[in-house]
C-alpha cells in the first residue's frame, strides 16, 4: 500500500541532545512537508521540499534542520537549538509543489518529549 | 497573505443532531480550501477539499462543506453526528501566488458526541 510512514513514533530526547525524524513516502509526491502541533496552535510549517536537493524554511525553522537527498524521504532534525522542542510532528507530501490545490497527504505523526 | 479562522474551539452534540464546525479564511486570491480530520496521535485524513466548480462539496464519513465567496466561508456540516466522529477538525487554505503549495492551518475544532 502507498503512504508515508513516519518513526519512531514516540521518542524521548534529553535537553542539549540532536535527534532526528524519520519520514518515508512511496506515492512518488514531488513536495514532502513538516509541521510541528502544539495544543491549540493548529498545525505549522518548520520547512518544505519541492524537489530533490532543495528545501525551503517555513514559518519556524529556527532550531531544525532538513535534507533532501532522495526523493522518497525528508528526515528532520531537531537540534539542541530549539529552545522548546517537546510537541506532536507530523510529515506529509504532494503530488506536486507549487499547485495549491494538490491535497498533502499526512504520516502518522512522531511525539517528541524532552526529559 | 492567507488565514483561517475556526470559531470555537470545543463543540460538543448530541448523537443524530446536526454537526456544524465554522471556517472564515482571509485570501487576497481565490483560495483552495481543505477540511481534514485527526483522531488522537493520529495524523490527519483528507474530509474533502475545494478548489473551482461547485461551491457545495461533499466528502467522506457523509461530510460537506460549502464555499461562500462573499462571507469568506468554508463552514463543515453532517446532518447527523455519530460517536465515530468524535475528533479533532482542522481547515486549512492554500492560495497562489505562493511557494510550494504551503497550507495555514486553522487552530482545529475539538468535536464531542454526547450518546
Known amino acids: 500500500d502507498g503512504g508515508i510512514t513516519q518513526s519512531p513514533k514516540y521518542l524521548f530526547r534529553k535537553e542539549g541532545q540532536n535527534v532526528t525524524l524519520s519520514c518515508e513516502q512511496n506515492l512518488n509526491h514531488d513536495a514532502m512537508y513538516w509541521y510541528r502541533q502544539d495544543p491549540g496552535q493548529g498545525l505549522r510549517l518548520i520547512y518544505y521540499s519541492q524537489i530533490v536537493n532543495d528545501f525551503q524554511k517555513g514559518d519556524i525553522a529556527e532550531g531544525y534542520s532538513v535534507s533532501r537527498e532522495k526523493k522518497e524521504s525528508f528526515p528532520l532534525t531537531v537540534t539542541s537549538a530549539q529552545k522548546n522542542p517537546t510537541a506532536f510532528y507530523l510529515c506529509?507530501?504532494?503530488?506536486?509543489?507549487?499547485?495549491?490545490?494538490?491535497?498533502?497527504?499526512f504520516g502518522p505523526g512522531t511525539r517528541l518529549t524532552v526529559l | 497573505a492567507q488565514s483561517v479562522t475556526q470559531l470555537g474551539s470545543h463543540v460538543s452534540v448530541s448523537e443524530g443532531a446536526l454537526v456544524l464546525l465554522r471556517c472564515n479564511y482571509s485570501s487576497s486570491v481565490p483560495p483552495y480550501l481543505f477540511w481534514y480530520v485527526q483522531y488522537p496521535n493520529q495524523g490527519l485524513q483528507l474530509l474533502l477539499k475545494?478548489?473551482?466548480?461547485?461551491?457545495l462539496v461533499k466528502g467522506i464519513n457523509g461530510f460537506e462543506a460549502e464555499f461562500k465567496k462573499s462571507e469568506t466561508s468554508f463552514h463543515l456540516t453532517k446532518p447527523s453526528a455519530h460517536m465515530s466522529d468524535a475528533a479533532e477538525y482542522f481547515c486549512a487554505v492554500s492560495a497562489l501566488p505562493n511557494t510550494g503549495n504551503q497550507f495555514y492551518f486553522g487552530t482545529g475544532t475539538s468535536l464531542t458526541v454526547i450518546p
Open positions: 475545494y478548489t473551482t466548480g461547485a461551491t
Open positions: 506529509a507530501s504532494s503530488i506536486v509543489a507549487g499547485s495549491g490545490s494538490d491535497t498533502q497527504y
